[in-house]
């Protein structure tokens, strides 16, 4: 994955090439070319910080390791291998491993992933379970954190970490969240509060990105499938009422044919109404999933300080 320092104001901040992205996930400055590009396996119900029920104010909780209800018996872990082969054999590039139940799983698809000789695999992994992870060999590691709780310099006990997924506060992302001396990339995970009322950070400042494919695709959503622990097709892992799909009765294929996924990965800001005459529209990454979270629509704007 390339590294790049993050635009804008929070880039200034963060004057380190560890950092790839703050406040988006890190393919949001990738050019898309409106194909299938990376899958994000979820093995569990998951143990994480936040959840589904209490509600998840993550910028980057897609990566990230959450807690959420599952609607049925969770898929084998044979059926999540049959899924990872046949994304690589519809050229799938890029694999993330997230929402495990125990280390256990998310080792063995690890392995496996590894195998398929995926150009780019990551594993997430919650801080307290890294000692009981061993290293896979093609398999980039991201261990996750809350800052103040825990900092990067705690870290450096494990050298073969790729990066860290860093859930910072709005008050402390400015803060010391990068002395230490941990060299691994940087995802730095931003809490957005429930409502713009309680907002004390400038939200466009995050939000800045540079994405040639901006107009025609957008900057997260295209070429993203999610698939959940039981098997459901999501263009988000945190849009869980836009199912595309059942990987219980059908192939990845098969969901692949249909237009509401599609629809997601062209879902530009000229398809939201408020966003469409917006002079700052495709250099602004904003993260439906939060927007729906607040508002209980996918075309919300609650965090626009613009449109406010």
Not at 230 to 238: A, E, M, N, S
Request: charged residues 25%; neutral net charge; hydrophobic residues 40%.
């Amino acid at each position: 994955m390339e590294k790049a320092v993050c635009a804008g104001s929070a880039g200034e901040v963060f004057q380190s090439q560890s950092v790839v992205s703050v406040a988006k996930p890190p393919w949001s400055n990738k050019t898309s070319n409106g194909k299938l590009e990376r899958l994000i396996l979820q093995l569990g119900a998951g143990k994480g910080k936040f959840s589904e029920v209490e509600g998840i104010p993550r910028s980057i909780g897609c990566i990230g390791n959450n807690r959420f209800i599952l609607r049925r018996e969770p898929l084998s872990i044979e059926r999540m291998k049959e899924i990872l082969l046949e994304f690589r054999k519809l050229g799938g590039k890029e694999v993330w491993l997230t929402n495990y139940d125990n280390v256990e799983t998310l080792l063995a698809l690890s392995v496996f992933a590894s195998e398929l000789e995926f150009p780019e695999v990551y594993a997430v992994v919650l801080f307290d379970d890294l000692d009981k992870v061993t290293p896979v060999e093609g398999v980039n590691f991201i261990a996750e954190l809350s800052y103040p709780e825990h900092t990067l310099d705690e870290l450096s006990a494990y050298p073969w970490l790729h990066g860290a997924l860093i859930m910072v506060a709005p008050e402390d992302f400015r803060t010391g969240l990068l002395s230490g001396s941990f060299r691994g990339e940087v995802y730095v995970d931003v809490l957005f509060p429930g409502s713009a009322r309680r907002l004390n950070f400038n939200v466009i400042e995050l939000r800045r990105i540079y994405n040639p494919s901006a107009e025609k695709y957008h900057d997260c959503l295209s070429g993203t499938v999610a698939v959940t622990a039981d098997g459901y097709v999501l263009p988000c892992p945190l849009l869980r009422n836009y199912v595309a799909g059942d990987l219980t009765r059908m192939t990845l294929k098969e969901t692949l044919r249909k237009k509401r996924l599609r629809s997601f990965w062209r879902m530009t800001k000229d398809n939201i109404p408020t966003c469409a005459t917006c002079p700052f529209k495709y250099i602004c990454h904003d993260c439906r999933a939060l927007e729906y979270q607040a508002t209980g629509e996918i075309d919300g704007m609650e965090y626009c300080l613009i449109s406010l």
